[in-house]
Nanobody, 125 residues
Framework: EVQLVESGGGLVQPGGSLRLSCVASGFTFSSYAMAWFRQAPGKEREGVAVIYTANGSKYYADSVKGRFTISQDNAKNTIYLQMSSLKPEDTAMYYC??????????????????WGQGTQVTVGS
């Protein structure tokens, strides 16, 4: 059974940091691209960052470049999203996803095969 389990969300003040984790199981981790998406109420799901676990290549949405960092730990079948300089507009449910083939551009939700249940990130005072 494929599972993607996110954790690490919470409430943080503007300018603060959070680290999200996603543990994958039930498929060959190193054969998939792993990504983070987010969805705010009333908005479409938006790609945030993707990492190609086979070679470590990364791609970020313009909205998070320089503030967010995606990383992987192959030994733990886990990806992370380190989020810094958080803004109120970063508030959303954050989802982990896996794709066998992303195509280009790589953050189109329809190209992803597996999804987690999400973890809520709220930026505010």
């Amino acid at each position: 059974e494929v599972q993607l389990v996110e954790s690490g969300g919470g409430l943080v003040q503007p300018g603060g940091s959070l680290r999200l984790s996603c543990v994958a199981s039930g498929f060959t981790f190193s054969s998939y691209a792993m990504a983070w998406f987010r969805q705010a109420p009333g908005k479409e799901r938006e790609g945030v960052a993707v990492i190609y676990t086979a070679n470590g290549s990364k791609y970020y949405a313009d909205s998070v470049k320089g503030r967010f960092t995606i990383s992987q730990d192959n030994a733990k079948n886990t990806i992370y999203l380190q989020m810094s300089s958080l803004k109120p507009e970063d508030t959303a449910m954050y989802y982990c996803a896996a794709a066998g083939l992303t195509g280009w551009p790589p953050l189109r939700p329809g190209r992803y095969d597996y999804w987690g249940q999400g973890t809520q990130v709220t930026v505010g005072s």
